[in-house]
């Protein structure tokens, strides 16, 4: 319980010091994501972004404003009931979806503490099942270490740099 206050606190402290890092999220789905299960994909996505939304706002009293989703030009046909207009490509994305060979989202963090990340991957293959409560926090928690510029406060055991223990 300890480690949740710290970083709640920290999390606080750092969205109460810098401009609403959440005012807009930017989420581009790239071309190689078929189509056929956007319906899926885009209903997954809303309930991702809703959860983190609560959270984020049950720990700093923000909330995610506005939320942009790039989609592909192939979608434009597909039976998404969506409205496909073309704009201009954002310079950066908070979220990526594309298929990756990974199982969980996994930010990229280029910069020391406080300085925000490159994004975070969405694999889309997590988007076409159920959402778990697993990649809900996965998801938020790469989100706002994204956000935020925040790292892990734990080690990783497969990890000779950074273990869990030091003995």
Avoid at 31 to 58: E, G, R, W, Y
Wanted: charged share 15%.
């Amino acid at each position: 319980m300890n480690k949740m206050k710290l970083i709640l606190v920290t999390l606080f402290t750092l969205a109460s010091g810098q401009k609403r890092a959440f005012d807009e999220i930017n989420i581009r789905i790239s071309k190689n994501v078929p189509s056929t299960n956007c319906v899926q994909v885009l209903d997954n996505l809303q309930a991702l972004l809703t959860s983190s939304s609560a959270k984020f706002h049950s720990a700093t009293g923000q909330t995610i404003h506005k939320v942009i989703f790039h989609l592909p030009g192939s979608w434009r046909h597909s039976p998404c009931p969506v409205t496909v207009s073309q704009g201009p490509r954002p310079d950066t994305e908070d979220v990526l979806v594309d298929e990756a060979g990974l199982e969980a989202p996994r930010g990229s963090q280029y910069g020391g503490c406080g300085v925000r990340g490159r994004g975070v991957l969405l694999p889309h293959h997590l988007l076409t099942q159920n959402i778990t409560d697993s990649l809900d926090h996965v998801f938020f928690d790469q989100l706002v270490r994204n956000s935020f510029g925040l790292f892990p406060n734990q080690g990783d055991e497969a990890s000779a740099r950074f273990p869990t223990l030091y003995t």
